[in-house]
């Protein structure tokens, strides 16, 4: 799928409709953009691309390397390639776009 433009509400439509957690909604060179909506826990794994997350409904607390802060709608949270983190004790209405973005292994791995 490949949508130049989309709503928040058209993204969880095309989620309830496929069915699942996540959605791609946009892929342009390395850049990967996703609607992600998990159900009373998130189970994911650290990935191998460098992310970013942009709250798109909801609140609850976001775990990176141990580490809480609390998180709500429109916050902006970067998590590099690799990172052990999660999303914690969130609201039933909690979505979230996911930019996956650069080379595996992240951005400073180019950098060593």
């Known amino acids: 799928m490949n949508n130049e433009e989309i709503s928040i509400e058209q993204a969880a439509q095309l989620l309830d409709k496929q069915g699942g957690l996540f959605t791609e909604i946009f892929k342009h060179g390395s850049l ?8 009373k826990v998130d189970l994911q794994q ?12 909801g609140s609850g607390t976001f ?3 141990g580490a809480r802060r609390e998180f709500k709608s429109g916050d902006f949270i970067f998590v590099s390639a690799g990172v052990e983190h999660r999303f914690e004790d969130f609201t039933d209405d ?3 776009w996911v930019f996956f973005y650069g080379p595996v292994g ?7």
Request: aromatic fraction near 16%; hydrophobic fraction near 40%; avoid cysteine.
């Open 32 to 39: 990967v953009v996703e609607f992600y909506k998990p159900d």
């Open 63 to 65: 775990s990176k390397e």
């Open 94 to 96: 909690f979505a979230t």
């Open 46 to 57: 650290p990935h191998d691309r460098d992310e970013i997350y942009v709250i798109a409904s």
């Open 106 to 112: 992240g951005e400073n791995f180019l950098l060593i």
